[in-house]
């Protein structure tokens, strides 16, 4: 089925350690997204790529990286992983009709 | 940025109840606006969405009203059935190069809960 793949699904971190997370899409979207969820709120935006080659800052920048590897694939980064980065991270594309979300990774980090 | 928290607003509803989801949006220049429903463990999944050019739009059993005077978004479900409950969520966003959707910010959230 079309739409936005990632991965892991789940992820346990000791503090300091470093992962990335992987997300492809398959539906010729321009544009890709990070965002955050914590417990009792809404999606924050980390990170967004409007096209190819191109990345900037979202709300909630600090302590992640991205990669836009290709139109397909979009990445983030934890260099050194904190306890406050414990979290549901959701990638999401978009395009003219339409703006999808993957499934999300489960991340903890203790 | 929006204000928070850990206690999201809960509406609680009969099957076959027509159910009224609200939202205060904080951007006046956005140019379209979201709903989507979130299940648990699972991601955002589109409802309906609406232009800032407009104030009404239908979809099936679901029905969303912009106020832009008042910053004011709801979505209206009509016949509301078990498999409706879920969180709720609003987003207001601007397109990329004035045609494509961009970045989103959300809303808090409301649990809706469908007893049937």
């Known amino acids: 089925n079309a739409g936005v793949t990632q991965t892991p699904k789940f992820q346990v971190l000791k503090t300091g350690q470093s992962m990335t997370l992987q997300c492809a899409q398959d539906m010729n979207h321009n544009s890709m997204y990070w965002y955050r969820q914590d417990p009792g709120m809404g999606l924050r935006l980390i990170y967004y790529s409007a096209s190819e080659g191109t990345t900037d800052k979202g709300e909630v920048p600090n302590g992640y990286n991205v990669s836009r590897l290709n139109k397909r694939e979009f990445s983030l980064r934890l260099e050194s992983a904190a306890p406050s980065q414990t979290s549901v991270y959701f990638c999401a594309s978009s395009g003219v009709y339409g703006y999808t979300f993957g499934s999300g990774t489960r991340l903890t980090v203790v | 940025g929006e204000s928070v928290g850990l206690h999201l607003p809960t509406l609680s509803v009969q099957e076959g109840d027509n159910s009224i989801i609200n939202c205060a949006y904080s951007n006046s220049a956005s140019d379209y606006f979201i709903w989507y429903k979130q299940e648990s463990g699972k991601g955002p999944q589109f409802i309906i969405d609406?232009?800032?050019?407009?104030d009404k739009r239908q979809g099936q059993r679901v029905t969303v009203l912009l106020n832009k005077t008042v910053k004011h978004l709801s979505l209206q479900i009509a016949a509301t059935q078990p498999g409706d409950s879920a969180v709720y969520f609003c987003?207001?966003?601007?397109?990329?190069?004035?045609?494509?959707?961009?970045?989103?910010?959300f809303g808090q959230g409301t649990i809706l809960t469908v007893h049937p």
């Open positions: 987003a207001e966003g601007g397109g990329v190069g004035g045609t494509s959707y961009g970045k989103l910010t």
């Open positions: 609406i232009r800032s050019n407009m």
